[in-house]
């Protein structure tokens, strides 16, 4: 494990360190563009992992779903923002305590 | 080590703590900025995997949205009054900090207990045009069914983002 | 790897002088606008320092060395001063990436009492071969300088430009990107090298099973592409910040957009990216569209066989070497006409309206290149299919 020579574990040791970074920045930060922030942050950590197999393994799979991944991270931030605008524009801050009203 | 191995390590470091400093700095503009170089970083790393194109996307796709980002951040906020960034509750954030560090240890445990036979850096094709063929043929005859739904996917988010993002008022209205 | 002393050094040295080949040529841009501003408006220009004010360009760099280096009191200051820099940084570093010239060819020779191998130099920063995508990527970081720039100046003008210059260049770069599509799937390639080494000899292409020779054109991508190089080009000034689309920094509405809190040799930092981001668009240009470094019915290998019968460059070696500062000086050429263009068209169009720039990128630009693309996609799918 604590051997210099990079491997496949040194890869997968970063990305899960960037994952739970990710993770607690969801869990802690209270405005909603730095959790979005967040999830791209676990976003690019499971593609780390993915790119590293598929290097590792020697195989395009992985790869592939890094594209899928980039795609829906994409679509996942466009509606984020928007919600992020739409819930400015009615209660003039995005702290995330707002989307409490979206209780029905 | 070899000269990759120290580019790795240089990269992992600059990614690492750009994302720490991500969720650890109060203000989103910092936040956004370090992100950026988080983005860089995992392309960096892309490359010391020598998936070139993929680097390459993540820069273009990335720069963009983190740029976008950025840019909310500024016209949403009022940044002299942005005090109460992180959540409240002490024992909620032990709570929280625990319960990542609980999986965090569990993921390296993980690996460290299947990966026992480190795989070593072998000799493959790393023609980077070869590879940019191998990517473009198993998207468009494996994987064409996902990269249409992506397709759809993508229209129905920005059909779905105007929508949300209009409404009455704006400055287009 | 198998690199040793003498190829690690010239490699080192060529990558300095590239770089220092792109800040060397900013002042001379800046002659040549000045002047050509001049010329379009008839008028004198700067004339009174050295033959032709060429010389005017040293006095401009002396005096922006020696200003006051002065940060605004709403500033952040570590943004503000680290915002030239990144708006330098991906100009410089896509710059590296383009291929100027034929390689040069070193035969093996002794030195000190060793025999140094024979070697191979790009005339270029480094060699990769998705150059295409590396080029678009780091070009696509040029956006950060500015908008960081306009933020830690701490200015309400400086952000409008900002956030202009942000949303310009994300919306352009779209159109940038799919306008070059065409050409990479004519070609093939993602490889600056390749697709130059496919743009010699004349004018020919197959269509439904028959082959056209046309003698009188040299077999360049704008002739293949001519939607695809106006797009481009299009897109190359809009990302490059020029006139017509200079929003970001409109001194009518804005006093000097991003840059307005900033003087003295910071200033010229932003100029340098600029001029920068300018150079690279045009070599992108000249590569994609005009044949790069080759020059029109004359092969590498002519020039090559008439360097060895002079007596003068007889070995194969500086044979070599000449051929390729021949055929660096034909991008050059074609590089130079471009920056004229960028200055010629800056006195010819007026500046458009921020609403009326927007629907121009979204609206006609990215439908015309997906139009294109599909043309082209047609085209090929038909010449081969009865070929």
């Not at chain 2, 024992?91 to 560090?101: E, P, R, T």
């Not at chain 3, 981001?277 to 290998?301: T, W």
Request: charged letters at 10%; aromatic letters at 14%; one cysteine or more.
């Amino acid at each position: 494990m604590l051997e210099l020579e990079v491997g496949l574990s040194h890869y997968l040791v970063l990305s899960a360190a960037l994952f739970i970074v990710g993770i607690m920045g969801v869990l802690i930060r209270k405005n909603t563009i730095v959790i979005l922030m967040s999830i791209e942050l676990m976003l690019n950590a499971v593609n780390i992992t993915f790119v590293a197999f598929s290097r590792f393994l020697n195989n395009m799979d992985g790869q592939i779903s890094v594209f899928f991944v980039m795609a829906v991270a994409a679509a996942e931030a466009a509606i984020g923002l928007a919600i992020a605008v739409a819930v400015f524009k009615r209660f003039h801050g995005i702290n995330i305590r707002f989307f409490e009203n979206l209780k029905g | 080590m070899s000269l990759i191995d120290i580019t790795f390590y240089i990269l992992a470091l600059t990614t690492f703590f750009a994302g720490v400093a991500v969720i650890a700095i109060p203000n989103p503009v910092y936040s956004a900025l370090c992100l950026a170089i988080t983005m860089i970083g995992v392309a960096g790393l892309f490359f010391t995997l020598e998936a070139y194109f993929i680097a390459g996307v993540q820069l273009i796709v990335y720069a963009g949205a983190v740029v976008i980002m950025f840019v909310m951040v500024l016209m949403l906020f009022d940044l002299k009054h942005e005090k109460k960034a992180f959540s409240k509750g002490l024992f909620s954030m032990i709570l929280k900090i625990g319960s990542s560090a609980v999986v965090l240890a569990s993921i390296f445990s993980a690996i460290y207990l299947t990966i026992s036979a480190k795989p070593r850096l072998e000799e493959v094709n790393t023609d980077a045009i070869v590879a940019a063929k191998g990517l473009a043929l198993q998207l468009f005859t494996k994987n064409v069914f996902a990269f249409e739904v992506i397709g759809i996917l993508l229209l129905v988010v920005l059909v779905g983002a105007i929508a949300l993002a209009k409404g009455k008022g704006g400055t287009h209205a | 790897m198998g690199s040793d002393l003498v190829e690690v050094s010239i490699n080192t040295i060529k990558m300095l002088a590239i770089f220092l080949m792109m800040i060397q040529a900013v002042p001379m841009l800046v002659w040549v606008e000045r002047r050509g501003s001049a010329f379009i408006q008839r008028r004198f220009g700067p004339n009174r320092v050295g033959p032709l004010g060429l010389f005017q360009l040293l006095a401009d760099a002396v005096k922006f060395i020696f200003k006051e280096n002065f940060v605004p009191k709403n500033a952040v200051k570590f943004l503000y001063l680290a915002a030239p820099v990144l708006a330098l940084i991906p100009a410089a570093l896509t710059f590296t990436a383009i291929p100027l010239s034929t390689p040069v060819e070193v035969a093996s020779f002794e030195l000190f009492g060793q025999s140094w191998g024979p070697y191979v130099f790009q005339f270029r920063g480094f060699e990769m071969n998705i150059g295409i995508i590396y080029i678009l990527g780091v070009g696509s970081l040029g956006v950060y300088g500015l908008l960081i720039a306009g933020w830690a100046s701490g200015n309400k003008y400086s952000l409008l430009g900002a956030i202009r210059a942000s949303a310009q260049m994300i919306s352009y770069e779209l159109a940038l990107g799919l306008s070059i599509v065409g050409i990479l799937m004519i070609y093939g390639t993602f490889d600056l090298v390749e697709l130059i080494g496919s743009q010699t000899g004349h004018l020919q292409f197959s269509f439904s099973g028959k082959e056209y020779h046309v003698g009188f054109l040299p077999n360049w991508g704008i002739f293949f592409q001519p939607l695809g190089a106006l797009l481009f080009l299009v897109s190359a000034f809009a990302e490059s910040n020029r006139l017509p689309f200079d929003l970001p920094e409109a001194e009518a509405e804005l006093v000097a957009g991003f840059h307005t809190e900033y003087g003295g040799f910071k200033m010229l930092v932003f100029f340098m990216g600029e001029y920068g981001h300018m150079m690279v668009a045009s070599a992108l240009f000249a590569i994609f569209y005009l044949g790069g470094y080759h020059i029109p019915f004359v092969s590498v290998d002519s020039v090559k066989e008439f360097f060895l019968s002079t007596e003068m460059f007889g070995t194969s070696t500086l044979a070599s070497l000449m051929t390729a500062l021949v055929f660096h000086l034909s991008l050059l050429f074609k590089v130079i006409f471009l920056l004229w263009v960028f200055v010629w068209v800056r006195w010819t169009l007026p500046r458009f309206k921020y609403d009326r720039l927007m629907s121009l990128g979204w609206k006609t630009m990215l439908p015309w290149a997906l139009v294109n693309t599909i043309v082209t996609a047609l085209f090929i799918y038909y010449s081969k299919v009865s070929g």
